[in-house]
């Protein structure tokens, strides 16, 4: 995959090194420990919640992202920036304005945000509430060896998967997700992963032409971030996890389904290909 020459827009908070309390404010999880701390053993919240405020560095780390050593850093730069370059265009003939997410966040192992704790565990994620994409880049080690995707071009595809959430943010999709239900296999969760696996396809059917060819995947490039996607599928993590499949507690879809999204998206460049809200089979 080429990208090392792409344009960088700086996009990103980094956060790595600074720990938990790092974020905007306290977060769910400063919540209820304050709340611990006063039901349990009658400490005075404000005690609590000003001891985690000040356990947070009053600014990030320096020498860190940004630094020619931070390839990693540089890589979602460049990729979240591509997006940027994609879906502004895209905006713009339908008649409306992009507005990129407000940062993609860097951090390690756990940190704040305004849609409470964000853990490693979870995997990268986008949180509506505060319009960012949260990423612990020790993801990418997890997802080669946990999930077999491997290369620059799997962890492109998660980048643009979850920017595709912000565009659905954007787009009023996101609420219609949550009406319709947020689990089963044809509920508004899956509708909404799916559409977000297409909206990476039209990323990647675009990418290179907004770029002059600095941001690229070669065929072979896409095969690895379909490979990625049919790695997260549904039905391929509850096999592994439990043996057996289960549709109604399906949340992403299944890996053909996954793969096939994706691929529709990469093979049309057009986002009105991608309405699985409207779609009649997944």
């Not at 880049?137 to 959430?165: C, K, M, N, P, T």
């Not at 095969?223 to 599928?233: K, L, T």
């Not at 499949?245 to 691929?263: I, K, L, N, Y």
Request: aromatic share 8%.
């Amino acid at each position: 995959m080429r990208w090392q020459g792409g344009r960088r827009a700086g996009n990103i908070e980094d956060r790595r090194g600074l720990g938990p309390a790092a974020a905007g404010g306290l977060g769910v999880g400063g919540v209820i420990l304050a709340l611990i701390g006063f039901f349990v053993f009658g400490i005075d919240p404000s005690t609590t919640t000003s001891v985690i405020g000040g356990a947070a560095p009053a600014q990030q780390q320096q020498g860190q992202f940004g630094s020619p050593e931070d390839e990693a850093g540089a890589f979602v730069d460049v990729i979240e920036t591509s997006t940027q370059d994609v879906w502004g265009p895209i905006f713009r003939s339908a008649g409306a304005a992009y507005r990129p997410p407000e940062d993609v966040v860097l951090y390690d192992q756990a940190t704040g945000t305004s849609c409470g704790m964000g853990q490693a565990a979870m995997g990268p994620f986008y949180c509506p509430a505060d319009q960012k994409v949260y990423l612990d880049l020790s993801f990418w080690d997890e997802l080669a060896s946990r999930f077999g995707a491997q290369g620059e071009a799997a962890r492109a595809y998660v980048i643009a998967h979850e920017i595709g959430h912000h565009v659905q943010h954007l787009t009023g999709k996101t609420e219609t997700a949550q009406r319709l239900g947020m689990r089963g296999a044809e509920s508004g969760a899956v509708r909404l992963e799916l559409q977000a696996d297409c909206y990476a396809g039209v990323w990647v059917a675009h990418a290179a032409r907004v770029s002059g060819g600095q941001v690229s995947l070669d065929p072979r490039d896409i095969e690895d971030g379909i490979r990625a996607a049919a790695a997260v599928g549904d039905d391929a993590l509850q096999k592994k996890a439990q043996g057996r499949v289960m549709p109604d507690a399906f949340t992403h879809g299944t890996s053909e389904q996954r793969m096939r999204w994706f691929r529709r998206g990469v093979e049309t460049g057009d986002p009105d290909a991608c309405d699985t809200f409207s779609a009649r089979t997944l």
